[in-house]
């Protein structure tokens, strides 16, 4: 269960605080919802029990806070706003990355695509998706991990009615086999025939917490829905006969040829139509909305109130109204039949009767629920036996499927060879360039060569793409600043830039070869030390380029501090450089042979000689400077991140 306690959220300039001591239960096994108009605190309530806002007050998921809990998603599954991935990630790749994040089996994708009714999108696009889409999409997120808490903002915003009732289907199912659900609403109507239990807020205060029973009989106002081509006749007719026999009626005129009848019944409005002779499309008992005209909702395509010319009876249910108890069972008094048994709504004007697994709806007179079978719930993805075990391999399964499911990367890689192997050509027709700048295509003009720019830039891209689409906002709403994370991305970054390095430096010579002949294309005497120069020189800048996207939370600031080495720092080192000194380092490579007692294997003393060699060089100092001092600025932001 949930159990939030004294939630303030910080105040505002000359504001009051967006929630003010708000406190409540989310008992398991129910569906609570939390309902307010824009601006109540809803969202703001969430981001507060999430820990993804800064406030007051504490709330306990079964009985711990949320950073006592050491795998989040696997107990609290979490959707704010949409589906927070990269638009040209599919569906399935999309899935499968928060598979690796959360350390379940990649067939768990699979799992949750069938049952949200997304197998036949699983290659599509997460851009190309539509709204309702989109939400399926979510809760198959939010089921991945098989969590025993949804916390759901708004999860039916922008969905059609038939889309809405397959959605509290789901998440009648849920708190069915046992779990918690709360979702925000700002439909008293909605809420009233989909939760258990409604906590009402206004203007950041909780105003009302009740069963949702007590909440339909208290807060909601039945009412007559009436269509009819002439509606502004039959308003003015009802009105009249209210007046003439002292009663309280209330005619509201929704827009269109639709009317709401507050304190009337179906048969005297039905009776006023037959009298004066007025057509009558639609007549049906209502649990209305707080008041008369407020909320007024749009027609719908796929209701059924949205086709002119039907004529339902009395009683028949509306797409967004109650009926009665009788309408909501078959006519032999069997069950209603699972909701992939109905494919469309009634062409008689009655809408679809609504899954088994969404609560009943209540009528205006007892507001009681139908009894529901479990055996009638929509199908839920097989629950997670065996918890994984934490693996180092995760983040590193996670960064490659999150670096590989798009094509970003793989376009830099491309454009990147393209420009190194045009420069090279260049250079070489132009002369008076050393051969091993002519094999990385790096012109003296230049401060970086294409390589170590593109390297940069995939490495920010690491970072930057995770903020802009946060990934992993289904395990806290945010990237979590984890060592493992950053340790799997600077990995996954260096192996990017040295393949990109020698593939580079391969497309040149090739090309050189082919254009000027074999001249240009002899390996150079100091082939080793400029080999580990290229490749230290490219994977720092890949490194600086995640660290820094990594601190600032941006892929311009990362590709900013790649570029900022060769302009800023590297020429501050090499004044330091030559400056007056009272040491040397010379001898350095016979002293470090006689501080290693034994010799290495294969020589490798030699290596470490060749690495203090390229950290003395000043290009070489200024990326390790400037890499410490990121990495030590990531750790430090990290800290404090842990300590708040």
């Known amino acids: 269960m949930i159990q939030a306690f004294g939630l303030t959220s910080n105040p505002r300039k000359d504001l009051p605080p967006a929630v003010d001591d708000i406190s409540f239960e989310a008992r398991a096994g129910q569906v609570t919802a939390l309902l307010g108009s824009a601006g109540a605190g809803k969202t703001t309530a969430l981001r507060l029990m999430l820990e993804l806002q800064q406030g007051r007050g504490i709330t306990y998921f079964r009985g711990r806070p949320l950073h006592r809990i050491s795998h989040p998603s696997r107990e609290v599954g979490v959707l704010l706003g949409g589906v927070p991935g990269h638009p040209a990630r599919t569906v399935r790749g999309h899935l499968r990355m928060l598979c690796a994040a959360a350390g379940v089996a990649v067939r768990r994708a699979d799992e949750v695509l069938e049952v949200v009714g997304l197998v036949s999108l699983r290659d599509e696009r997460l851009g190309t998706l539509s709204r309702g889409m989109d939400r399926r999409l979510g809760l198959a997120c939010v089921l991945l991990s098989d969590p025993h808490t949804l916390v759901l903002d708004d999860p039916a915003d922008g969905l059609s009615a038939r889309e809405t009732r397959w959605l509290h289907g789901m998440l009648r199912a849920h708190a069915a086999q046992g779990g918690t659900v709360l979702i925000t609403a700002a439909d008293p109507k909605e809420v009233a025939r989909s939760a258990d239990r409604v906590v009402s807020l206004d203007q950041g205060r909780v105003v009302a917490d009740q069963p949702a029973a007590d909440f339909a009989r208290t807060r909601l106002r039945p009412r007559v829905a009436v269509r009819s081509p002439h509606a502004a006749r039959l308003a003015a007719l009802l009105a009249k006969e209210a007046r003439a026999t002292h009663r309280s009626v209330e005619v509201v005129r929704e827009g269109g040829n639709r009317l709401s009848v507050y304190g009337g019944t179906c048969a005297d409005v039905g009776e006023t139509a037959f009298r004066h002779g007025i057509l009558v499309h639609q007549l049906a008992d209502e649990i209305g909305d707080m008041g008369p005209g407020a909320g007024a909702e749009p027609d719908d395509a796929e209701t059924p ?77 097989p629950p997670i036996s065996v918890r994984s075990a934490p693996s180092p391999l995760r983040p590193l399964r996670y960064e490659i499927r999150r670096a590989a499911g798009i094509s970003t990367g793989f376009l830099i890689a491309a454009a990147v060879l393209v420009v190194s192997a045009v420069t090279a050509v260049l250079l070489a027709r132009i002369g008076h360039t050393p051969q091993a700048r002519l094999l990385a295509a790096w012109p003296q003009q230049v401060p970086l060569p294409p390589a170590a720019l593109g390297a940069g830039l995939i490495g920010a891209l690491a970072f930057g793409d995770e903020f802009r689409h946060p990934a992993l906002a289904a395990d806290r709403g945010t990237v979590p600043r984890r060592l493992g994370l950053l340790v799997a991305k600077l990995v996954v970054t260096a192996a990017t830039a040295v393949a990109l390095a020698f593939l580079t430096v391969g497309c040149d010579a090739e090309l050189l070869y082919l254009v000027y002949g074999r001249e240009l294309t002899q390996v150079p005497a100091d082939w080793f030390s400029s080999s580990a120069s290229w490749l230290g020189l490219v994977i720092g800048c890949a490194w600086a380029g995640v660290l820094a996207a990594g601190i600032f939370r941006s892929t311009t600031a990362g590709l900013a501090a790649v570029v900022a080495v060769p302009v800023i720092v590297v020429p501050l080192v090499h004044k330091a450089l030559e400056g007056p000194s009272a040491r040397t380092a010379a001898g350095f490579p016979l002293r470090v042979r006689e501080v290693l007692l034994m010799q290495w294997p294969f020589g490798g003393e030699r290596y470490l000689v060749a690495v203090a060699r390229v950290l003395a060089q000043p290009v070489g100092s200024a990326l390790a400077l400037s890499v410490t001092v990121l990495l030590c600025a990531y750790l430090f932001t990290t800290l404090r991140a842990r300590v708040r």
Do not use: C, F, K
Request: glycine letters at 10%; charged letters at 25%; proline letters at 14%.
């Open 305 to 381: 109130e949205g086709t002119p010319g039907t004529e339902p009876s009395r009683g028949a249910v509306d797409a967004r109204g109650t009926g009665t108890e009788q309408e909501r069972s078959a006519p032999d008094g069997s069950p209603e039949r699972p909701v992939a048994d109905r494919e469309a709504p009634s062409t008689d004007g009655t809408a679809a009767a609504r899954p088994e697994s969404a609560p009943a709806a209540r009528t205006a007179v007892s507001a009681s629920r139908a009894p529901r079978t479990l055996d009638a719930l929509p199908s839920l993805p």
